[in-house]
C-alpha cells in the first residue's frame, strides 16, 4: 500500500486559504465607507509577489521566508461620482514551504492543529491502580465561561477544578454560589452520603465568606 503525503493536507490547505480564504476575507471587508458615507474603499483582486529570499537563505540571514501581497483598490467619492484604483501594497505575507513549515526568523516552525470539544458535559470512568476503585470524571463545557471538572478519588472526595486549576472540595462551590452554606445546608440538600462526609471533612470552610 503506497503511503499518503501527510505533508499534502498542510500545504492544499494553505494554498486554498491563499487563493480562496483570503479573496473571502477582502470580498466580507469591502465595501468600507466613512462616517459622512461619502467615501467608500472596495478591495477587488490580490496577489502576491515573489518571495525575496529563498527558504535556505532565510534560515542563514534569521529572516522570515514571505512574499509581499498586493490588492487591487479602488476609493470612489459617493459625492462626485469620482474613482480612483490602485494596486496597493498591503504586507509581506509569510509563505508556507515544501515541507509544510513556515520560516520565521529564520526559525523553521510548524502549526500543529488541535481539536477543540464542543460545549457540553463529558463523563468518564477508570480504574485506579492502587486501589482498585472506579474513579469517575465529568467536565462541564460552556460555550462562554469557564470550564468545571468533577473527580471521585479514591478516598472517596469529590473534588472540583476551575479552569483546569488546583484541585477544591466540590462542597466549596455551593458555599461560594451562596446556595448552600453550612455543612448541615449542604447535607440537606445533596443527602446524608459517605462520600459526601470525606468530602465535607476536606472543606476547610464554613461559609460563603471562607469560600470566596
Known amino acids: 500500500m503506497d503511503i499518503p503525503n501527510l505533508i499534502s493536507i498542510q500545504t492544499d490547505s494553505f494554498k486554498r486559504f491563499m487563493n480562496e480564504g483570503l479573496a473571502e476575507t477582502f470580498k466580507d471587508m469591502s465595501p468600507i465607507e466613512n462616517n459622512s458615507h461619502t467615501l467608500r474603499v472596495e478591495f477587488g483582486a490580490h496577489e502576491f509577489g515573489d518571495p ?69 458535559v463529558y463523563f468518564s470512568a477508570e480504574r485506579d ?34 479552569d483546569r486549576k488546583r484541585k477544591q472540595p466540590a462542597t466549596l462551590l455551593l458555599r461560594a454560589l451562596g446556595i448552600a452554606e453550612t455543612n448541615q445546608e449542604i447535607v440537606e440538600l445533596l443527602g446524608e452520603s459517605e462520600m459526601l462526609q470525606h468530602t465535607l471533612a476536606k472543606d476547610v470552610a464554613s461559609n460563603r465568606e471562607e469560600a470566596l
Not at 532565510?58 to 498586493?70: T, V
Not at 467619492?77 to 509544510?100: A, I, K, Y
Not at 460552556?142 to 472526595?157: I, N, Q, S, Y
Request: aromatic content about 8%; overall charge neutral; some cysteine.
Open 52 to 120: 525575496k529570499h529563498s527558504v535556505e537563505e532565510c534560515k542563514k540571514r534569521d529572516i522570515s521566508y514571505q512574499a509581499p501581497l498586493f490588492v487591487d483598490i479602488r476609493l470612489v467619492n459617493t459625492e462626485t461620482g469620482e474613482m480612483q484604483e490602485s494596486n496597493v501594497f498591503m504586507g509581506d505575507f509569510p509563505l508556507m514551504t515544501s515541507r509544510g513549515t513556515f520560516i520565521i526568523n529564520g526559525t523553521e516552525r510548524v502549526v500543529v492543529s488541535q481539536l477543540v470539544r464542543s460545549p457540553g
Open 129 to 162: 491502580k492502587t486501589s482498585d476503585k472506579m474513579i469517575y470524571n465529568a467536565k462541564v463545557i460552556p460555550a462562554r465561561g469557564a470550564w468545571l471538572e468533577f473527580e471521585t478519588d479514591k478516598r472517596d472526595v469529590l473534588s472540583l477544578r476551575i
